[in-house]
């Protein structure tokens, strides 16, 4: 008999630890245990999320004749971990075998791999991914650098998406140009997908109001599918109803609009009740069909397809280096109000007020708003990375780690990105709408009422100078810096220096 351990983000009956399934003898384990919901301050509705999902995904296989041995979060046995489950189940089931799809985390599987129970522990690889370890690192051995861009266009044509014989279909392997609009007010932005919670989501929910109410994050209304038939609709929503739009205003924001275009998918692709394939190829079907248009899809494929398979690919090739990387010697704490919204900066308080009532935010709202201010504002990698592990319900360190410390922090000396993604306040007010409600000027450069980003920016050139300026990508900033006045750029250290002053002191900026 095999006791096959499935993780909470393994919830699919195709992972690979049930591919050979006996029914009649072998015993799935899944379990809620305190090491993993305690070990950050996680999100209310992050946890809600993945115990209900965990939850429908036991019920699903016990209605396919599958013995599942279910660990609910016990108030009185605090101590519990993936090991001290696996340990009892095995103390009462007697396995011959403990069957495990490989962690998507490397302390995880690092731990499993310490187990020394006196039987076998089969590791099978973790094939919800379209590209293995292997085949990423055979990829980029050799190369000086390693790029998204060239990874993105050889994931193509292995999988044979979007092509058109071996050229890529309309010609181009990116439509990124056409895809920088802003939106400077609402239109008819299609609602997102709303389930409403059944028995064993609000028993969940009751279940987390009572173990973590004092965590970060809005618990109500949640309204997240929790099943694969469920994750499946709110695709068939996206594909219908916004992703003809993805692609045109991806890069967009725009206050009180928290959903837009976008997919809101990776919660259920990063827990697996979706599989990277469903979304490609039921968005590729949309363009052949002509119901979506390309500079959309491809956009929408090249997240998929490129980046999540890309900053996985780095996770597991630089672990566990990469956790502790700081190349810019960033050691500022992290300000409270990541916690509270208690900020003036509207930019800011928008995406953290949207943070703590969706667990989500989009992807520009995480890198040119949170993400610019935290690499601007030299903050330790290890905070950011832990608030931002903290307050998504798609956050799990392979897909966070990589996004914080390579893309918006360059932490990694450029691992990840080629270049740091800083930018002043012209860039938020040229995609958002935010900039008309805020206490700041974007249009002012210095003293107390500009926009702090823009002094910040330079301030952030003037401070990284040695690590920086031989990067190619930032020859013209460094040339625009070097052709400012002493006064000038005086002024901009003056006022970034009144600006971590007032942070330290937990003034309200
Ligand atoms: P869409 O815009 O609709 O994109 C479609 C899908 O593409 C997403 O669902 C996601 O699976 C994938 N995708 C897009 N960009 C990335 C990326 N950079 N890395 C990996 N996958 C990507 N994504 C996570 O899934 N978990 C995280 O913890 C996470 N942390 C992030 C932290 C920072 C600082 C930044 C800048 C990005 C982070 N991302 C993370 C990537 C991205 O922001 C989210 O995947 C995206 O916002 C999810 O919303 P969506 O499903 O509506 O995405
Ligand atoms: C995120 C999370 C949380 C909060 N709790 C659990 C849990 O109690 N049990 C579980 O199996 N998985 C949980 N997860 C998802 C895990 O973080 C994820 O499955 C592993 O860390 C993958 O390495
Ligand atoms: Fe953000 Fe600056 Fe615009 Fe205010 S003025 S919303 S701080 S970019």
Redesign the pocket.
């Known amino acids: 008999m095999n006791l096959i351990l499935?993780?909470?983000?393994?919830l699919n009956r195709q992972i690979s630890s049930l591919t050979d399934l006996d029914r009649r003898k072998d015993v799935v384990l899944?379990?809620?245990?305190?090491?993993?919901?305690e070990?950050t301050n996680?999100h209310k509705k992050?946890?809600a999320f993945?115990?209900s999902a965990?939850r429908h995904f036991a019920d699903e296989l016990r209605a396919q004749g599958i013995t599942v041995r279910y660990t609910k979060?016990q108030k009185t046995e605090k101590t519990s971990s993936?090991r001290s489950e696996v340990e009892k189940a095995i103390r009462e089931l007697k396995p011959e075998r403990i069957v495990v799809t490989e962690?998507?985390?490397?302390?995880?599987?690092n731990d499993i791999k310490s187990w020394a129970f006196d039987l076998p522990i089969e590791i099978r690889p973790d094939t919800r991914f379209l590209i293995s370890k292997d085949e990423f690192s055979g990829w980029a051995k050799g190369r000086k650098q390693l790029r998204m861009e060239y990874f993105y266009r050889d994931v193509r044509r292995k999988y044979s998406i979007l092509m058109e014989g071996d050229n890529p279909a309309g010609g181009q392997w990116n439509f990124d140009k056409q895809n920088r609009n802003p939106l400077k007010e609402k239109t008819n932005i299609p609602a997102p997908y709303v389930e409403a919670p059944d028995r064993i989501t609000l028993e969940v929910i009751a279940m987390i109001d009572e173990y973590f109410g004092g965590n970060f994050g809005d618990l109500h209304p949640f309204y997240f599918a929790v099943t694969r038939e469920q994750a499946l609709k709110a695709l068939d929503q996206f594909v219908l109803e916004r992703l003809t739009n993805f692609g045109s205003y991806q890069d967009a924001m725009l206050q009180n609009e928290p959903w837009l275009y976008h997919s809101h998918l990776s919660f259920y692709l990063n827990?697996g009740l979706l599989l990277p394939v469903d979304c490609i190829r039921t968005a590729e079907e949309a363009y052949r069909s002509g119901q979506a248009p390309l500079n959309s899809v491809e956009g929408f494929i090249r997240q998929i397809a490129g980046w999540r398979e890309f900053v996985r690919g780095i996770y597991w090739l630089t672990m566990p280096a990469y956790a502790d990387a700081n190349f810019l010697e960033a050691y500022r704490p992290l300000p409270s109000f990541f916690w509270t919204e208690d900020t003036q900066m509207n930019c800011l308080r928008q995406c953290i007020k949207e943070t703590k009532e969706n667990a989500y935010t989009h992807h520009i709202q995480r890198l040119m708003v949170i993400g610019n201010f935290s690499l601007l504002a030299a903050l330790h990698p290890d905070d950011v990375n832990d608030w931002f592990l903290s307050v998504y319900a798609d956050?799990?360190?392979?897909v966070e780690l990589p996004n914080v410390t390579g893309m918006i922090l360059f932490a990694d000396g450029g691992v990840l990105a080629s270049k740091p993604y800083a930018a002043s306040g012209a860039y938020i007010n040229r995609m958002s709408n935010y900039c008309k409600g805020c206490r700041y000027k974007v249009t002012k450069k210095n003293g107390p009422d500009a926009c702090p980003f823009n002094y910040l920016y330079w301030n952030f050139l003037i401070r990284n100078d040695q690590k920086l300026r031989s990067n190619p990508r930032l020859r013209i900033a460094y040339q625009n810096l070097d052709r400012m006045s002493e006064d000038k750029t005086d002024a901009v250290k003056a006022d970034s220096q009144r600006f971590f002053n007032a942070l330290e002191n937990e003034e309200k900026i």
């Not at 499935?6 to 393994?10: A, K, P, S, T």
């Not at 956050?395 to 392979?398: D, L, R, V």
């Open positions: 499935v993780l909470g983000d393994q899944i379990c809620e245990v305190w090491e993993e919901a070990y996680h992050k946890l993945i115990f965990m979060l993936f962690p998507s985390e490397y302390c995880v599987l827990c956050a799990y360190q392979w």
